[in-house]
Protein backbone atom coordinates (compact mmCIF):
# COMPACT_ATOMS: atom_id res chain seq x y z
CA UNK A 1 0.00 0.00 0.00
CA UNK A 2 1.04 3.55 -0.84
CA UNK A 3 0.22 6.35 1.47
CA UNK A 4 -0.51 9.46 0.23
CA UNK A 5 -2.10 12.58 2.62
CA UNK A 6 -4.44 14.75 1.32
CA UNK A 7 -6.20 17.70 2.15
CA UNK A 8 -9.70 19.36 1.61
CA UNK A 9 -12.25 21.93 2.74
CA UNK A 10 -14.97 19.64 4.73
CA UNK A 11 -17.73 21.42 2.29
CA UNK A 12 -19.95 19.80 -0.24
CA UNK A 13 -17.28 20.16 -3.11
CA UNK A 14 -15.28 17.15 -1.96
CA UNK A 15 -17.98 15.06 -1.48
CA UNK A 16 -16.52 12.99 -4.73
CA UNK A 17 -13.53 12.14 -2.43
CA UNK A 18 -15.78 11.29 0.55
CA UNK A 19 -17.57 8.66 -2.26
CA UNK A 20 -14.59 7.62 -3.29
CA UNK A 21 -12.79 6.49 -0.11
CA UNK A 22 -15.96 5.05 1.18
CA UNK A 23 -16.35 3.16 -1.92
CA UNK A 24 -13.18 0.86 -1.46
CA UNK A 25 -11.67 1.98 -4.78
CA UNK A 26 -8.13 3.59 -3.56
CA UNK A 27 -7.41 0.26 -1.15
CA UNK A 28 -8.54 -2.05 -4.16
CA UNK A 29 -5.75 0.23 -6.39
CA UNK A 30 -3.46 -0.43 -3.67
CA UNK A 31 -3.41 3.28 -2.27
CA UNK A 32 -3.94 4.90 1.14
CA UNK A 33 -5.11 7.67 1.28
CA UNK A 34 -5.41 9.90 4.34
CA UNK A 35 -8.10 12.68 3.82
CA UNK A 36 -7.48 15.50 6.34
CA UNK A 37 -10.34 18.34 6.56
CA UNK A 38 -8.60 21.39 6.47
CA UNK A 39 -11.39 23.91 8.17
CA UNK A 40 -8.54 26.69 7.48
CA UNK A 41 -9.06 26.67 3.83
CA UNK A 42 -6.45 27.44 1.27
CA UNK A 43 -3.94 29.14 3.82
CA UNK A 44 -4.14 26.71 5.69
CA UNK A 45 -3.53 23.95 3.19
CA UNK A 46 -0.94 25.55 2.14
CA UNK A 47 0.89 25.61 4.89
CA UNK A 48 0.80 22.21 5.67
CA UNK A 49 2.08 21.56 1.82
CA UNK A 50 5.41 24.21 2.67
CA UNK A 51 5.75 21.92 6.22
CA UNK A 52 5.73 18.79 4.57
CA UNK A 53 2.35 17.84 6.33
CA UNK A 54 0.23 16.66 3.42
CA UNK A 55 1.09 15.52 -0.21
CA UNK A 56 -2.34 16.83 -2.11
CA UNK A 57 -4.61 19.69 -1.54
CA UNK A 58 -7.35 20.82 -3.23
CA UNK A 59 -6.79 24.29 -3.48
CA UNK A 60 -8.88 27.79 -4.79
CA UNK A 61 -7.01 29.05 -7.99
CA UNK A 62 -5.83 32.05 -6.96
CA UNK A 63 -4.73 30.98 -3.86
CA UNK A 64 -2.68 28.24 -5.31
CA UNK A 65 -1.38 31.03 -7.81
CA UNK A 66 0.03 33.30 -5.25
CA UNK A 67 1.50 30.74 -3.05
CA UNK A 68 3.63 29.18 -5.37
CA UNK A 69 4.65 32.40 -6.79
CA UNK A 70 5.01 33.04 -3.19
CA UNK A 71 8.14 30.22 -2.98
CA UNK A 72 5.51 27.53 -1.89
CA UNK A 73 7.11 24.31 -3.42
CA UNK A 74 4.59 22.69 -5.18
CA UNK A 75 2.42 22.11 -8.46
CA UNK A 76 -0.59 22.44 -9.77
CA UNK A 77 -1.62 19.13 -11.31
CA UNK A 78 -5.15 19.26 -12.62
CA UNK A 79 -8.71 21.20 -12.24
CA UNK A 80 -10.92 19.95 -9.91
CA UNK A 81 -14.15 22.53 -9.93
CA UNK A 82 -14.48 24.55 -13.06
CA UNK A 83 -17.22 26.65 -12.13
CA UNK A 84 -16.50 29.78 -10.22
CA UNK A 85 -17.49 29.83 -6.78
CA UNK A 86 -20.13 32.50 -5.29
CA UNK A 87 -18.67 34.09 -2.21
CA UNK A 88 -21.13 35.81 0.20
CA UNK A 89 -20.57 39.16 1.65
CA UNK A 90 -21.53 38.25 5.38
CA UNK A 91 -21.99 40.42 8.59
CA UNK A 92 -23.31 39.56 11.79
CA UNK A 93 -26.80 39.90 11.96
CA UNK A 94 -26.61 42.35 14.88
CA UNK A 95 -24.49 44.48 12.84
CA UNK A 96 -25.18 47.73 11.77
CA UNK A 97 -24.38 47.36 7.73
CA UNK A 98 -27.04 46.95 5.73
CA UNK A 99 -25.86 46.94 2.04
CA UNK A 100 -22.33 47.70 0.60
CA UNK A 101 -22.30 51.71 1.43
CA UNK A 102 -22.33 50.81 4.88
CA UNK A 103 -19.26 48.31 4.65
CA UNK A 104 -17.09 51.03 3.78
CA UNK A 105 -13.88 51.01 5.98
CA UNK A 106 -15.57 48.12 8.05
CA UNK A 107 -12.55 45.42 8.85
CA UNK A 108 -12.26 41.95 7.15
CA UNK A 109 -12.48 38.66 8.93
CA UNK A 110 -10.22 36.53 7.25
CA UNK A 111 -8.98 32.72 8.06
CA UNK A 112 -5.48 33.62 6.91
CA UNK A 113 -3.26 35.40 5.04
CA UNK A 114 -3.05 34.35 1.42
CA UNK A 115 -6.10 32.16 2.12
CA UNK A 116 -9.48 32.44 -0.47
CA UNK A 117 -11.03 35.07 2.28
CA UNK A 118 -8.19 37.10 2.33
CA UNK A 119 -7.58 37.48 -1.76
CA UNK A 120 -11.37 37.22 -2.33
CA UNK A 121 -11.60 40.75 0.28
CA UNK A 122 -9.35 42.17 -2.15
CA UNK A 123 -11.30 41.49 -4.82
CA UNK A 124 -14.68 42.36 -3.53
CA UNK A 125 -12.88 45.30 -2.21
CA UNK A 126 -11.79 46.35 -5.34
CA UNK A 127 -15.07 45.99 -7.16
CA UNK A 128 -16.75 48.44 -4.48
CA UNK A 129 -13.42 51.18 -4.89
CA UNK A 130 -12.25 50.24 -1.26
CA UNK A 131 -9.03 50.89 -0.31
CA UNK A 132 -7.78 47.85 1.24
CA UNK A 133 -4.20 47.72 3.62
CA UNK A 134 -3.14 45.48 5.90
CA UNK A 135 -5.03 46.65 8.89
CA UNK A 136 -7.98 45.97 7.47
CA UNK A 137 -8.11 42.47 8.52
CA UNK A 138 -8.49 40.20 11.44
CA UNK A 139 -7.03 36.62 11.42
CA UNK A 140 -9.51 34.32 12.09
CA UNK A 141 -8.65 30.72 11.47
CA UNK A 142 -11.73 29.46 10.09
CA UNK A 143 -15.52 29.56 9.96
CA UNK A 144 -15.92 28.63 13.56
CA UNK A 145 -13.03 31.61 14.26
CA UNK A 146 -15.05 34.15 12.00
CA UNK A 147 -18.49 32.87 14.09
CA UNK A 148 -16.76 33.88 17.07
CA UNK A 149 -15.01 37.09 16.23
CA UNK A 150 -18.42 38.39 14.44
CA UNK A 151 -19.88 37.72 17.37
CA UNK A 152 -17.56 39.87 19.88
CA UNK A 153 -17.17 42.54 17.07
CA UNK A 154 -20.32 42.73 14.52
CA UNK A 155 -19.27 45.79 12.78
CA UNK A 156 -16.70 43.44 10.18
CA UNK A 157 -17.28 41.25 6.93
CA UNK A 158 -16.44 38.11 5.86
CA UNK A 159 -16.27 36.41 2.55
CA UNK A 160 -17.26 32.65 2.76
CA UNK A 161 -18.97 30.05 0.11
CA UNK A 162 -22.52 31.16 0.62
CA UNK A 163 -23.99 27.67 0.77
CA UNK A 164 -21.21 26.71 3.60
CA UNK A 165 -22.66 29.61 5.37
CA UNK A 166 -26.02 29.68 4.65
CA UNK A 167 -27.61 27.45 7.81
CA UNK A 168 -25.83 30.40 9.71
CA UNK A 169 -28.09 33.23 7.53
CA UNK A 170 -31.50 31.01 8.25
CA UNK A 171 -30.78 30.95 12.23
CA UNK A 172 -30.01 34.29 12.39
CA UNK A 173 -26.71 34.73 13.01
CA UNK A 174 -25.05 35.94 9.95
CA UNK A 175 -26.68 37.84 7.47
CA UNK A 176 -25.12 38.28 3.82
CA UNK A 177 -25.41 41.62 1.96
CA UNK A 178 -23.49 41.39 -0.85
CA UNK A 179 -22.14 38.06 -3.65
CA UNK A 180 -18.43 38.09 -4.85
CA UNK A 181 -18.15 35.11 -7.52
CA UNK A 182 -15.07 34.50 -8.61
CA UNK A 183 -14.10 35.44 -12.38
CA UNK A 184 -12.38 32.09 -12.73
CA UNK A 185 -12.65 28.53 -12.13
CA UNK A 186 -12.69 27.64 -8.77
CA UNK A 187 -10.47 24.90 -7.53
CA UNK A 188 -7.57 22.89 -8.68
CA UNK A 189 -5.18 20.59 -7.06
CA UNK A 190 -1.92 21.04 -5.97
CA UNK A 191 0.56 18.65 -5.03
CA UNK A 192 4.17 19.24 -3.11
CA UNK A 193 6.94 19.64 -5.55
CA UNK A 194 8.89 16.42 -4.25
CA UNK A 195 6.44 13.74 -3.63
CA UNK A 196 5.31 14.65 -7.17
CA UNK A 197 8.44 14.03 -8.97
CA UNK A 198 8.99 10.56 -6.73
CA UNK A 199 5.05 9.48 -7.06
CA UNK A 200 3.75 10.66 -10.31
CA UNK A 201 1.71 7.27 -10.91
CA UNK A 202 0.71 6.81 -7.82
CA UNK A 203 -1.13 10.98 -8.14
CA UNK A 204 -2.54 9.95 -11.37
CA UNK A 205 -4.22 7.12 -10.24
CA UNK A 206 -5.74 8.89 -7.64
CA UNK A 207 -6.85 11.49 -9.60
CA UNK A 208 -8.41 8.67 -12.02
CA UNK A 209 -10.64 7.00 -8.83
CA UNK A 210 -11.56 11.27 -7.90
CA UNK A 211 -12.91 11.28 -11.41
CA UNK A 212 -14.88 8.58 -11.52
CA UNK A 213 -16.60 9.26 -8.32
CA UNK A 214 -17.42 13.17 -9.71
CA UNK A 215 -18.97 11.03 -12.84
CA UNK A 216 -21.08 8.94 -11.27
CA UNK A 217 -22.03 11.67 -8.68
CA UNK A 218 -23.37 13.85 -11.71
CA UNK A 219 -25.17 10.87 -12.96
CA UNK A 220 -27.11 10.32 -9.83
CA UNK A 221 -30.45 11.52 -10.03
CA UNK A 222 -30.30 11.61 -6.21
CA UNK A 223 -27.25 13.78 -5.88
CA UNK A 224 -28.89 16.84 -4.46
CA UNK A 225 -30.53 14.96 -1.46
CA UNK A 226 -27.21 13.14 -0.43
CA UNK A 227 -25.68 16.34 -0.64
CA UNK A 228 -27.77 17.81 1.60
CA UNK A 229 -28.38 15.00 3.97
CA UNK A 230 -24.01 15.27 3.91
CA UNK A 231 -23.62 18.75 4.87
CA UNK A 232 -26.82 19.49 6.72
CA UNK A 233 -27.87 21.98 4.24
CA UNK A 234 -31.73 22.04 3.04
CA UNK A 235 -32.45 20.37 0.03
CA UNK A 236 -33.73 23.01 -2.31
CA UNK A 237 -30.11 24.21 -1.15
CA UNK A 238 -27.88 22.14 -2.38
CA UNK A 239 -30.32 21.44 -5.41
CA UNK A 240 -29.47 24.73 -6.28
CA UNK A 241 -25.92 24.79 -5.51
CA UNK A 242 -25.79 21.20 -7.32
CA UNK A 243 -27.15 22.93 -10.59
CA UNK A 244 -24.05 25.25 -11.00
CA UNK A 245 -21.50 23.21 -9.80
CA UNK A 246 -19.54 21.65 -12.88
CA UNK A 247 -16.50 19.15 -11.83
CA UNK A 248 -13.64 18.35 -14.23
CA UNK A 249 -10.41 16.69 -13.33
CA UNK A 250 -7.97 17.38 -16.28
CA UNK A 251 -3.97 17.81 -16.17
CA UNK A 252 -5.19 19.94 -19.46
CA UNK A 253 -5.01 22.73 -16.81
CA UNK A 254 -5.74 26.26 -19.43
CA UNK A 255 -2.42 28.47 -18.74
CA UNK A 256 -4.03 31.63 -20.56
CA UNK A 257 -6.77 30.88 -17.51
CA UNK A 258 -4.03 31.17 -14.80
CA UNK A 259 -1.98 33.90 -16.89
CA UNK A 260 -5.75 36.04 -16.25
CA UNK A 261 -6.00 34.90 -12.52
CA UNK A 262 -2.35 36.67 -12.24
CA UNK A 263 -3.56 39.57 -14.01
CA UNK A 264 -6.42 40.09 -11.60
CA UNK A 265 -4.11 39.14 -8.96
CA UNK A 266 -0.76 41.53 -9.83
CA UNK A 267 -3.90 44.72 -10.53
CA UNK A 268 -4.73 43.70 -6.33
CA UNK A 269 -1.15 44.38 -5.88
CA UNK A 270 -0.74 40.52 -4.28
CA UNK A 271 1.82 39.65 -7.07
CA UNK A 272 4.27 42.25 -8.48
CA UNK A 273 3.01 41.65 -11.89
CA UNK A 274 1.39 39.12 -14.30
CA UNK A 275 2.97 35.60 -15.46
CA UNK A 276 3.27 34.82 -19.15
CA UNK A 277 2.85 31.90 -20.17
CA UNK A 278 6.07 29.97 -19.97
CA UNK A 279 6.08 31.29 -16.46
CA UNK A 280 2.90 29.71 -16.10
CA UNK A 281 4.30 26.41 -17.59
CA UNK A 282 7.40 26.53 -15.32
CA UNK A 283 6.63 27.80 -12.13
CA UNK A 284 3.14 26.80 -11.71
CA UNK A 285 2.38 23.30 -13.60
CA UNK A 286 4.05 19.72 -14.08
CA UNK A 287 2.56 18.09 -16.99
CA UNK A 288 1.53 14.37 -15.79
CA UNK A 289 3.47 11.50 -18.62
CA UNK A 290 -0.27 9.63 -17.65
CA UNK A 291 -3.34 11.94 -17.49
CA UNK A 292 -6.55 11.94 -15.86
Not at 5 to 32: K, M
Not at 185 to 211: C, H, M, T, W, Y
Not at 218 to 241: F, R
Request: charge should be negative; proline fraction near 4%.
Amino acid sequence: MKTIRCAGVPEHFNFPWQLALRSGDFESAGINLNWQNAGGGTGAMARDLQEGKVDLAVMLTEGAITEIVGGNPSRIVSTYVQSPLNWGVHTSAKASISNVSDAVNKPFAISRYNSGSHLMAYVYGKNKGFDLGHNDFNLVQNLDGARHSLKENPEQLFLWEKYTTKPLVDCGEFKIIDHCPTPWPSFVIVVRKEFLLENEQLIDAVLGIVKKHTEILTANPEAASLIANEYHLEEGDAKAWYETVSWELSNDVDENMLVGVSEVLSDLDILVRPLHNVEVRNRLLHSMAVGV
